[in-house]
């Protein structure tokens, strides 16, 4: 019995070890990718297209090369008003979702001037902010929190009023109080809805700074990009663009990670 037990132990089948699995699952991505840089360069040379117009690949990777200094120098400023807009808008908005569930007054009041708010175009914003402000940081730290508070405003009062009434019955139940309510269960239920907010505002605020800096600013990535366009350096204007497009792709990263780190059961609950 026991060399039949080995036996079968021995004939089964092998799985096969996956080494490199994070690799395996992004390769068609990659793939995907060099195939359309690859594709974009021989449609540039098979018909001849100016520079001016758009630049192959390896005419933006000299640019990389050539402008190095000036794209760090405007990438920190671009960087340090996204950066703030995300922290204040989305704290002002938490902020005031945690007033709109405990107070219907407030919500009332407050959620219509929001909305109204959200509905003025932030180009239209921008120019207004400046001629109060200056062209320095203030206005484009504003614009970049605008722009992430009402997605966060939104998702974060449905998360604070997401959590079942079962639930609140038992904490009362069990003599809970307001804060262990709040904490234990309010918090915890709008975690999801918060990060699907973060992860929209960790984008959209690159894109209020660079529209900030496009209508009064001498520096920031926004301005590089209206000064390479007015002077068709259109090289430059593609490594700047994506510089623009790294740097939002690696806020949502931060907070994707951040994600998984605060909310281990919702990992959990998909695996």
């Not at 902020?95 to 009041?109: D, H, K, N, P, Q």
């Not at 975690?191 to 894109?207: G, M, N, R």
Request: charged share 10%; hydrophobic share 55%.
């Amino acid at each position: 019995m026991a060399d039949a037990t080995v036996q079968t132990v021995a004939r089964a089948p092998r799985q096969p070890s996956r080494r490199w699995p994070a690799i395996e699952d992004k390769l068609p991505s990659i793939i995907a990718a060099i195939g359309l840089v690859a594709l974009w360069q021989l449609i540039v040379w098979g018909f001849s297209v100016p520079t001016y117009m758009a630049p192959g690949p390896l005419d933006v990777i000299n640019a990389f090369h050539e402008n190095a200094a000036t794209l760090w120098n405007n990438f920190w400023p671009t960087l340090f008003e996204a950066a703030l807009g995300f922290v204040f808008g989305n704290l002002v908005a938490i902020l005031l979702a945690i007033l709109f569930v405990y107070s219907g007054t407030a919500e009332r009041a407050f959620y219509p001037i929001a909305v109204f708010i959200n509905t003025i175009p932030i180009i239209a914003v921008a120019p207004i902010l400046v001629l109060i402000f200056g062209n320095g940081y203030l206005p484009k730290v504003i614009i970049a929190a605008l722009i992430c508070f009402f997605p966060t405003l939104v998702n974060m009062v449905r998360g604070l009023k997401a959590v079942q009434p079962a639930t609140l019955e038992l904490m009362r139940v069990l003599s809970a109080s307001g804060s262990e309510v709040f904490w234990k269960v309010r918090i915890q239920s709008s975690l999801p809805f918060l990060f699907a907010a973060l992860k929209i505002a960790s984008t959209t605020c690159v894109i209020g700074a660079i529209v900030a800096e496009w209508i009064g600013s001498n520096y920031g990535l926004g301005a590089l990009i209206i000064e390479a366009t007015y002077n068709f350096r259109s090289p430059l204007l593609y490594a700047t663009v994506f510089v623009a497009a790294l740097l939002a792709v690696s806020l949502f990263v931060i907070v994707s990670v951040a994600e998984k780190k605060l909310i281990r059961w919702k990992s959990q609950e998909v695996h």
